[in-house]
């Protein structure tokens, strides 16, 4: 079992940056590929972003690519998503996620891949 507790959410103003931390308990991540998923009101839970153990695999959903960056820090047992020019459509609760059923498993985007999930934080971005 692990434990994971997203950080870092609050109000920006559009064009603003935020970054958002994932500390994961319980058990090390550092074999498993991490996500990082949203969900804004009236709308299903989406993918933003994921990374491989290694750091050699990223994949980001396409209206955040140029402006998110996740990374990660195995030592640390801590995922990161860096949020720059933001804008107000990026206004969501924001969850990270580990596929912690295989090990050197490969990130991917379905929400049904991922075995534990965070509490999220929330991201408001006003115009």
């Known amino acids: 079992q692990v434990q994971l507790v997203e950080s870092g959410g609050g109000l920006v103003q559009a064009g603003g940056s935020l970054t958002l931390s994932c500390a994961a308990s319980?058990?090390?991540?550092?074999?498993?590929?991490m996500g990082w998923f949203r969900q804004a009101p009236g709308k299903e839970r989406e993918f933003v972003a994921a990374?491989?153990?290694?750091?050699?695999?990223?994949d980001y959903k396409d209206s955040v690519k140029g402006r998110f960056t996740i990374s990660r820090d195995n030592a640390k047992n801590t995922v990161y998503l860096q949020m720059n020019s933001l804008k107000p459509e990026d206004t969501a609760i924001y969850y990270c996620?580990?596929?912690?059923?295989?090990?050197?498993?490969?990130?991917?985007?379905?929400?049904?891949?991922?075995?534990?999930w965070g509490q999220g934080t929330q991201v408001t971005v006003s115009s």
């Open positions: 996620a580990v596929k912690g059923g295989t090990y050197y498993d490969t990130p991917s985007r379905p929400t049904e891949e991922y075995d534990y």
């Open positions: 319980g058990r090390t991540i550092s074999g498993y590929a």
């Open positions: 990374i491989s153990w290694n750091t050699n695999i990223i």
